[in-house]
C-alpha cells in the first residue's frame, strides 16, 4: 500500500486511462500537480482546469458554469451549513477513485459489465458509439463524480418555519441555472447574439425556448421546475425506440411511459423498467417520495427543510443534456428544405449528438447521480416507510460506485468555515493499494481507528455487502 498521492498517480501508467484523456492540455502534468499539491489554492485550480479539459471530451464543459457556482459559494462562504467542506477537488478525487476501482475491482468489473452489455456496448454496438467498456465509462461516469455535487447550488436548509431566508439561499442557484439556459450554453453553441436565438426559435418553435426559472417563490417551485424536462416529449419517441429495436429490447407490457408527462422521475423510472430492474423502479418512486418529504416537512430528527443536493444535481444535468437533445433533434428535421436552414445548420454545426446514449448512457448516469445522497441517508423508512435500504451492487453498479467513492472521499477537503477544535485528513495520511483482490483504504494517524469506523458505519447505510470489493483499516474496538 502507498499513500494516495503516489497511489492515484499510478492511473497515468495505465494505457486505458491515459487513452481516454490523452486530448486534455498536460494532462499528466496538471494531474500530478494536483496529487502532490500542499495548498487549497493549488489543487483547486488546478482540479478545475482538470475537470474542464475532461468534460470537453463529451463536449459538455459549458457544465463547468454548475460547478463554477457551487465553488463561488464556497469560496465566499455563501452558504447555510456550517460544516460544508470543498467540492471541487473531491469531485476529481472521486472521478479518480471510480477509475481505480475500475481497473483494480473484477467484482465491480464483473457488475459494470453485464449493465454495459445490455446496453449494447461492444464492438458491434449500434445504439450507441462505444466499442469498449473502458470508453463508456469514462463518459457515463464523468456525470456520476465530476458534476455529482453540482447541486450544492441551490443549497438552502435552514429551520422549517425559515421560509424567506431557505429560498433567498436556493435562489443563488436559480440565477446560475437562469444564466446557463439564456447565455452560456448559447455562447459556447456560438450562438451569443441573441438575434440569431430569436431567429433560431422562429423555425424551431417556442416550445423549445430555454427553460424558465422566472417566479420561483417557494423550494417547491424550484423543484418543479427542475423535473420538468420539456412539454413536447414526443420528440423523444422515434429516437426512444429506434434505441429500443437496435438494443433489441422487446415492448413492454402494461403501462407504457407517458412521453407528454415530460417528468424526470418517470423518465427515470420508465429507463430502469426497460432495462428490467423493478427494484431500481421503486426506489427511484421511493427518492421521488423522499425528495419531497425533505422539502416539505425536512429531515428527520432535525428541524431542517431542503432541496436534497444529490436529486437536484441529477434533475439539473438530465434537464441540460435533454434539452440541447431536443433542439438538435429538431434541428435535424429543418436542416434542408428552408430558406431560414442556415442559421439551423449553424446550430447543428456547434457539437453533435447520440441518441442511443442519452437513452442508455445520459439518462442512467443522471438518476445514478440523482440518487447518491438520499441514499446515504438515515431513517428514511420515517419519510416513505417503502424505502428500499441499502443498494446491491447489482441493483445499478454505477449507482453503487458514485455512493461508494463518495463515503470514502475524506482527506484534502478544505473547510469552508475554519474551525480549529478538529482537524481534516490529508492525502498523505491515508494508504490506498490492492489486496486479494479488493481495493484497501487505511486511515493512518491517532485518529484512524474512528475514521475508518465512520467510513464503515456510513457504508453500511447505504451500501449492500460492500465488504466483498473494499477493505478498510485500521479496526479497532
Not at 417556442?206 to 427542475?226: E, N, T, V, Y
Not at 448512457?361 to 441514499?375: D, F, P, R, Y
Request: net charge neutral; glycine share 8%.
Amino acid at each position: 500500500m502507498r499513500k494516495v498521492p503516489i497511489e492515484l498517480g499510478e492511473l497515468l501508467l495505465w494505457p486505458s486511462f491515459m487513452d481516454r484523456h490523452k486530448a486534455c492540455p498536460d494532462f499528466s502534468i496538471e494531474l500530478e500537480r494536483f496529487l502532490n499539491a500542499t495548498m487549497d489554492e493549488v489543487r483547486t485550480s488546478t482540479s478545475n482546469r482538470i475537470v474542464r479539459s475532461i468534460l470537453d471530451l463529451i463536449e459538455i464543459s459549458d457544465f463547468g458554469l454548475f460547478r463554477k457556482s457551487v465553488l463561488r459559494r464556497e469560496l465566499t462562504g455563501t452558504i447555510a451549513y456550517p460544516r460544508q467542506r470543498d467540492h471541487s477537488s473531491h469531485t476529481l478525487y472521486n472521478y479518480l477513485l471510480g477509475w481505480y476501482f475500475f481497473r483494480h475491482s473484477p467484482v465491480l468489473g464483473k457488475a459494470l459489465k453485464q449493465h454495459f452489455a445490455v446496453r449494447g456496448v461492444g464492438p458491434k454496438s449500434r445504439a450507441i458509439p462505444f466499442r469498449s467498456d473502458s470508453e463508456y465509462f469514462a463518459s457515463v461516469w464523468q456525470y456520476a463524480s465530476l458534476l455529482h455535487d453540482i447541486g450544492y447550488m441551490f443549497e438552502g436548509g435552514l429551520p422549517s418555519l425559515g421560509f424567506r431566508e431557505s429560498v433567498n439561499q436556493a435562489s443563488i442557484g436559480v440565477r446560475a441555472v437562469h444564466d446557463y439556459f439564456h447565455r452560456q450554453m448559447w455562447v459556447a453553441c456560438n450562438f451569443d447574439a441573441p438575434h440569431s436565438r430569436a431567429k433560431l426559435f422562429s423555425i424551431l418553435g417556442d416550445s423549445l425556448k430555454p427553460p424558465s426559472f422566472d417566479q420561483c417563490d417557494s423550494l417547491g417551485d424550484i423543484a418543479g421546475r427542475l423535473q420538468f424536462i420539456g412539454d413536447d416529449l414526443e420528440l423523444l419517441k422515434a429516437p426512444t425506440t429506434k434505441a429500443f429495436h437496435e438494443l433489441g429490447l422487446p415492448p413492454k407490457r402494461g403501462p407504457q411511459f407517458n412521453d407528454s408527462s415530460g417528468d424526470a422521475f418517470d423518465l427515470w423510472a420508465h429507463h430502469y423498467d426497460r432495462f428490467d430492474k423493478p427494484g431500481m423502479v421503486k426506489r427511484i418512486q421511493s427518492m421521488r417520495k423522499i425528495f419531497n418529504g425533505l422539502i416539505d416537512e425536512g429531515l428527520p430528527r432535525l428541524d431542517l427543510r431542503l432541496l436534497d443536493h444529490g436529486v437536484c444535481s441529477g434533475l439539473l444535468l438530465l434537464m441540460a443534456s435533454t434539452y440541447y437533445y431536443r433542439l438538435y433533434v429538431t434541428a435535424l428535421q429543418h436542416s434542408t428544405g428552408t430558406p431560414k436552414s442556415q442559421v439551423v445548420q449553424r446550430f447543428l454545426d456547434s457539437g453533435s449528438i447520440s441518441e442511443g446514449f442519452w437513452w442508455t448512457g445520459i439518462v442512467w448516469a443522471t438518476a445514478a447521480t440523482a440518487l447518491h445522497n438520499i441514499q446515504q441517508m438515515e431513517d428514511l423508512n420515517k419519510i416513505d416507510p417503502e424505502w428500499p435500504g441499502a443498494l446491491a451492487l447489482d441493483d445499478d453498479p454505477l449507482a453503487y460506485l458514485g455512493v461508494l467513492v463518495d463515503v470514502l472521499q475524506e482527506w484534502d477537503r478544505y473547510s469552508v468555515r475554519k474551525v480549529l477544535d478538529s482537524e481534516p485528513i490529508q492525502g498523505n495520511e491515508v494508504k490506498l493499494g490492492v489486496h486479494s483482490r479488493k481495493v484497501k483504504v487505511y486511515f493512518l494517524g491517532p485518529d484512524g481507528i474512528r475514521r475508518a469506523k465512520k467510513v464503515r458505519g456510513d457504508l453500511n447505510v447505504a451500501l449492500r455487502d460492500w465488504e466483498k470489493m473494499l477493505e478498510l483499516g485500521p479496526t479497532g474496538p
